[in-house]
C-alpha cells in the first residue's frame, strides 16, 4: 500500500492551495461576474470511491510480481485511484463528483528496460482474449485523457506502467552539449542534476514539478522558454524505446539524411507504440544573466506585430508572453499588495501620455538570457521595437517568474467555487493570428454566455507564427461534464477552421483523437495504424488513444 502526497482530485502538492480571497480585487471581479461565489470545502476521500474488481488473477500478479519484484507491483485501493485520471478539467469534475471512477487492474513500478520488455511479451501473449492492455505513465498530468485506463475490448484487463523508477543522469557530455536521461525522470529532479553541472535542459512546463522527461517527450510538449531552448522535439537528440517486440533507438548523430525521420515518429507518439525509457537530450549551460521586462501595448494587434518584429529582427528571447485585454486586466487585479492612491494617479497619467486606455492595454513580458551585453543588447533592441509601449520596469515579470508553477492551483480554487475554466491552445501563422484570436473568442463566447469570460495570451513565437493560449471561465450549468465536452468540440472546430492547429503542445490523447484527420489528412491515421501493427502487433499498448 502506498501513501501519496499528491491529489487525486485536483493539482499537484497536497499541502498547497490557491486562496481566491488572497487577492480581494480578483475575488471582487469573479463576484461582479458571477455572483456571489459559495466554496465546496467537501475534499472526496479515496475510499469513498469505488472502483471495479481487479480482473488480474493471482497467477498473473504472481507473474508480474516474478519479473518486477512483489514490491513493485501495487493493486491497492489509493494507487489504483490516483492512476485512474490524469489532470484535466473534466479529470478534476470527475473525480470530486463521480462515486465510481475506471481503474487500472494494478499498477507496476519497474526499475530496468529488461523488467518493461518482459511486462510487454507478457502482456502480449499470444490468446486473444488473455492479452493485457498497458498504459505508459509519467507525472500523469496529461490534460487529454492520454493516461485513462481505457482497455482494448478485446483485452481481459489493464495494467498501468509508472516510470518513475527510470529517474536517473546517466551521462554527461559537456563536450557535445548532450545528456543521456532516464524517462521517469521529474522536472525539478532533472534539473538539479544538470545544474549541480553548471547545465540546463531549459525545459519548464507549467506542470514541471509533477511531468516527466518520458512525458514531455511522448506528448511533444513544450515549455515556458521553449521560445529560446527550443520545443522538447527540438531537443531530443536520440531516443531510446522498448516496445513489445523489442528495443528500439535511433541514432545519435545531430543530422542524417536517411529518409524520414525515425526519432521524429517516436517523439509524440503518447503511449501508443512503445515505453520511452531514455533520451539523449542537448543540454545548456547555466547562462550568465537573466533579464526580465515588462511593458503595456495600446491594443492586442500592436503587441502581435512587436512579437513578430522581435523574431524578425533575429532577437532571440527566452519569453515573451503577451496578453489580451481582459488577460491583463485579470492579471493587474491578481496583485496581492495595496497600491496608493498616488501609484494610481501616476499610472493613470503615464497611460495617458502614452495614448493607452486601460480598457484596451495589453501585458507583454519578455525575458532575455545570455550573458550581460548581449542581454543588454537585447534588451535595447526590443525597446527600440516598442516605442508606443509603456515600459512597467522588471518587477511584474519577476513576480511572474516567482509564482509561475502556482497558477495551476487557481484552477482548483474556481472549480471549488463552481466556475468552469479550462484552456486551448494552438499555433497559426502571423497572417492568421489576429483573426483566429478574434473568431475563437466570439465562438467561445457563444458557448459560456455573455457572463463568461474569454482571454488569452500568446505564449511562444516563431519566426513565421505563434501559439495562442486560451482560457475560459463560466459558471457551472447543471451538468458541468456536457456543458465542458461541448465548449470544446465547438471551441476546437473554431480553431481548424480559422487555420489553427489541433494542438501546439497537448498532443493528442482521447480528446483530440477524432479531429487528427481533419489536421493531417486520412493518409497520415493511416500511416500511423500501419507503423502501430509494427511496433505494436498485438495492440497492447494505450488503446484508444491518439488513434482508434
Ligand atoms: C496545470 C498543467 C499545466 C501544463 N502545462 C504544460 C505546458 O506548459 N507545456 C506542455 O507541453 N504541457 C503542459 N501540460 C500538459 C502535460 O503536463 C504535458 O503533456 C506533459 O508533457 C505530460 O508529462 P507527464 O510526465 O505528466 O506524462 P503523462 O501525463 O503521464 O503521460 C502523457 C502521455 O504520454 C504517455 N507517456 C508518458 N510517459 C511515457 C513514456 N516514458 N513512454 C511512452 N509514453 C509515455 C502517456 O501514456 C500519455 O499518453 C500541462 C498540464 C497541466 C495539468
Redo the contacts with the bound molecule.
Sequence with gaps: MKSYLRKFWG?GDLHQSWNLREAPKFYEALEERFGALHTDQKLPKEDEIELPAVRLTSEDLQSLGAIVGEKNVYHDHATRLYHSL??STVDLIQAKALKRLEAPDCVLFPKTEAEILKILQFCASSCESSKISV?????????LG??HPRKNENHRALLTLN?QCLNQVLEMNPRTHTARIQ??ILGPDLEKKLNEKKYTLGHF???FE???L???I??R????FSTFYGNISDQVVSVRMVTSQGIVETRKVPASSTGPSFKEMLVG???IF????EAVMQIHPLPQKTQYQSYLFPSFEAGIEALRQIKENDLDPLIARLSDPLETHLFLKMKKSKTSFFQKKFFSLLLKFKKIEPSKMCYLLVGFQGTSESVRAQMRSVQKICPKALCLGQKPAQNWFHSRFQL?YL?DALLDSKILTDTFETATSWDTVFSLYQHVLVETQKKIGSNGMVFCHVSHIYLTGACLYFTFLTKFKEDPLKQMKEIKHHVTETILKQGGTLSH???I?IDHRDFLKEEHGPEFVKVLKNMKQSLDPESIL?PQ?VIQ
Design positions: 493539482w490524469g489532470k498504459v505508459p505513465f509519467g507525472g500523469g498530468s496529461s490534460v492520454g493516461v516510470l524517462a521517469g512546463p507549467q506542470s509533477f511531468s516527466t518520458g512525458g514531455w511522448a506528448t510538449g513544450s515549455g515556458q507518439s503518447e503511449g512503445g515505453v520511452i525509457t495551476p484552477r503542445h497537448h498532443g490523447g494505450n488513444k
